[in-house]
């Protein structure tokens, strides 16, 4: 069956440090995978995407790997900071859109 | 700056009660979605739309139907509501095409007495 497996529920980091969250996914063959920051009662934010044919993509502190034969992408974020404090969930696009089931981050001072 | 508006961020019904959940896009896109979210399940597709009177199941249709009369608005309906549909409810929109963004909106939180 499909499955889309976010490492862990919660990650605990201190300020300044890099956080480095894991999406693995089985049975799909994805065209894209995006990452989306969601904070307590809104609704997701888009942050970046990857397209299978890249490897690697940057938005400022942000970084995403996108490993098509491991199936598994990497979502780091660099010199972090307590509003970086959210749920990160990684989405599969093909036809659709999938979820995973996101991977809650703080960041403490 | 585009916008997605869900009627309602907050809710309770009685259970068997028919519920209409409404979400509305000001962006003219084709596509709309509507997921349920729950803790440690992540968001999970009930139905989606590419178009006008189209719809297509997803993962968790059973007692979800949708509609969309016009091409801003897709609604979500809980026939018979039972306590195992206390959510939250998020409604997201995309370009036909597009794969950079899919916008969501804020979300309605739905308790089943």
């Known amino acids: 069956s499909q499955k889309i497996e976010q490492n862990s529920e919660a990650l605990n980091i201190q300020e300044g440090k890099t956080a480095t969250l894991t999406c693995n996914y089985t049975?799909?063959?994805?065209?894209?995978l995006q990452w989306y920051r969601q904070d307590p009662g809104r609704g997701p934010v888009f942050l970046l995407l990857i397209r299978e044919n890249e490897k690697e993509k940057r938005k400022e502190r942000l970084k995403v790997t996108f490993d098509t034969t491991l199936k598994q992408s990497l979502f780091h974020i660099t010199a972090s900071q307590p509003a970086d404090s959210a749920t990160y969930l990684c989405?599969?696009?093909?036809?659709?859109?999938?979820f995973g089931a996101g991977t809650r981050l703080t960041v403490k001072p | 700056d585009v916008k997605v508006t869900q009627s309602s961020r907050y809710l309770v019904k009685r259970t068997g009660e028919k519920v209409f959940l409404e979400c509305v896009q000001d962006m003219d896109h084709e596509n709309m979605f509507w997921y349920r979210q729950d803790p440690g399940l992540g968001l999970r597709l009930i139905y989606f739309s590419y178009d006008v009177k189209m719809k297509e199941k997803g993962d968790i249709p059973e007692g979800y139907s949708v509609s969309r009369e016009k091409k801003e608005r897709f609604s979500l309906i809980l026939e018979s509501a039972s306590t195992n549909q206390t959510s939250m409810y998020l409604c997201?929109?995309?370009?036909?095409?597009?794969?950079?963004?899919?916008?969501f909106g804020p979300g309605t939180r739905l308790l089943v007495l």
């Open positions: 989405a599969l696009l093909s036809r659709d859109m999938r």
């Open positions: 049975n799909y063959s994805p065209a894209y």
């Open positions: 997201a929109s995309r370009e036909l095409g597009a794969v950079e963004t899919q916008y």
